[in-house]
C-alpha cells in the first residue's frame, strides 16, 4: 500500500490535532506534525500522544525538511498561525500569519503539492459588508478586520486569490474561514480558550457566571451573537477537502446559526445538569469599539462545492464536549 504525508503545521494545537486525530483512522497516511510544545505541563503535547504520527518537526527546521521529503509528500494543511487577537506585536503576526503562508504557498505552487490553510471570520471586521465568503480579489480587497490578527489573515486571502487569478497556485488551495470554534484539545490556549472552556471551572464549582454587559442598543446583556462551530465539524470539512481535489477558494466555516453567548452559557449549564447563574459586568473600555456583536457564516458556497455533512448543534456539541472531555480528568481525556 503507497502511504501519503500529510504535512501538519499547528498539528499540537486546538484545531490542528484535532484534524490530526480525524486523519489518523486513515491507516494508508503517514502524518507529520510541525509545532511547538512550549511547556510540558501546559499539556499541549498530550493533544497528539494518542495519534500515531510519523514525525515531528519544529517550525524552525520545517522548510528543510519539506525540502529534503517533498517527493512523499501529498499535501501540506496550514493550521499554524499566532491566534491570539490581542498579541501587541504586529511584526510577529504579520511575520507568522502571511509571511509563512506565503512561502508555503508558493512551496506547494512550485512542487504541485496540494495546500489547505487556516483563515478566519475575523477577516470580516465588524460584518458591515456581511459574512459571504466571495474569494474574488475585489471583495476580498473590501474587508476592513478590527485588529492586526483579522488583517494578517485576510492579507494572505487576498494574496492566495491573487496568485490563482495569474495561474500560480498549488493544484488545491483551499482557505477556511474559521469562526468561533470550540471543543477538546483547547485547555492551553489560556485567555484564548472558547467561552464554554473558560466558564468551565465556575460552572463546575457551582459558581455564577460572568458575561459582558452590551454596550450596543440593538442587543440585550449576554445577547451578543457568535457562530459556535464545534471542532469536529471543522476536522470533518477538512478531512473532506482531502477527498475532494477539485475544490478550490477560501470558504466560511462556521455552524451557519448565530447562537447568544447566553444561549452557550446556559447550554454549558444544562450540560452539568445544574442551574443557571449568569450575572453581567461591564465590557473593558479598550475592547468595546472592537467588537463584533454579531458573526454568521454563509454556508451556501461550501454547500454548493459538495460538502455533504452536518453541523452539530450547539446544545449537542457542548454536550459531547462537557460530558466527555471537560468533566473528565486529564488522565481520562
Known sequence: MTRRIIFVTGGAGFIGSNIVAKMAEDPSLDLVVCDRLHEADRGKW????????GDFVAPENMMEWLEKRWRDVDMVIHMGAISSTTEPDADKI???NFGLSRDLFRWCADRQRRFIY?????????GELGFEDKDDVESLKALRPLNAYGWSKALFDLFAARQAARGYAPPQWAGLKFFNVYGPNEEHKASMKSVAAQIWPQV??????QLFKSHNPDYKDGGQLRDFVYVRDVADVVEWLTRAEE?????NL???????????????FKAAGRKPAIEYVAMPAAIRDKYQYFTEAKMDRLR???????MTTLEDGIGDYVRGYLSQSDSHR
Open 46 to 53: 498530550r493533544n497528539i500522544s494518542k495519534h500515531p504520527i
Open 304 to 310: 454548493a462545492a459538495g460538502y455533504p455533512g452536518q
Open 204 to 209: 463546575r464549582a457551582g459558581h455564577t457566571v
Open 94 to 96: 504579520i511575520h507568522t
Open 118 to 126: 487556516a483563515s478566519s471570520a475575523a477577516t470580516y471586521g465588524r
Open 254 to 268: 462556521g455552524s451557519g446559526k448565530a447562537r447568544s453567548f447566553k444561549d452557550m452559557t446556559e447550554a454549558v
Open 247 to 251: 475544490v478550490n477558494g477560501v470558504f
